[in-house]
């Protein structure tokens, strides 16, 4: 993640230009971020970073430079050894395959890719795949799906696209609680 300086300068504030979750508690240079999206800036010029990938937001410390996550938990088994395995690139809550869709099953498939290319749907039953938790509690122990975008109130609110789950979620600045602002968690237009 790079910034652009004032002098027109790019300056990396962020990752070590591999995909993964490390770093936390340390410089952010040397941290593993995961497809990050959306950023924001709050007053003190602390950065927020839609960690899309890991399922978080992080937060760069301006004064130390420290990265840390604030809202959302990582998926489980991510570190430097994932990076040679499959890995799931997205997940759908409907058959991909359109000509063999059944309007009455409500099957859940994820998406694979290996690092040759190969795609592959992988059903993965009737149950949807869970990412969305947390609403009322702290946001650090949240699950997000796939954020990609954060913005921060004048008083340190974050406001977060938790863009798989539907929903738009808010993080009170004072008590660090997450609360669903906008979205039912079904995909399209209403209301």
């Known amino acids: 993640m790079a910034a652009i300086l004032s002098t027109w300068m790019i300056r990396t504030l962020a990752g070590n230009g591999e995909p993964g979750f490390t770093g936390d508690g340390g410089p952010s240079l ?3 971020l995961n497809e990050p999206k959306g950023v924001a800036v709050d007053d003190h010029g602390d950065v927020y970073v839609a960690d ?9 410390e301006r004064t130390t430079g420290i990265i ?3 809202v959302g938990m990582p998926p489980e088994g991510q570190g430097e050894e994932d ?10 809550d409907e058959d991909p395959f359109a000509d063999s869709r059944h309007e009455s ?3 859940s498939y994820v998406q694979q890719s290996d690092l040759s290319g190969t795609v592959r749907y992988v059903t993965t ?3 949807p795949l869970q990412r969305y938790a947390g609403d009322g509690g702290l946001a650090v122990a949240a699950s997000l799906n796939f954020p990609t975008a954060v913005v921060v109130d004048k ?15 808010l993080v009170n ?13 079904q995909p399209r237009f209403s209301g």
């Open 30 to 32: 040397y941290a593993q």
């Open 52 to 60: 899309s990938e890991n399922h978080v937001i992080r937060k760069i």
């Open 68 to 70: 840390s996550t604030v």
């Open 83 to 92: 990076s040679q395995r499959d890995h799931v690139i997205s997940v759908a």
């Open 105 to 107: 099953a409500q099957q």
């Open 125 to 127: 039953g009737t149950a």
């Open 155 to 169: 008083v340190g609110n974050l406001y977060v696209a938790d863009t798989m789950n539907h929903r738009v979620r």
């Open 173 to 185: 600045a004072v008590t660090g609680i997450i609360t669903t602002l906008a979205g039912t968690g």
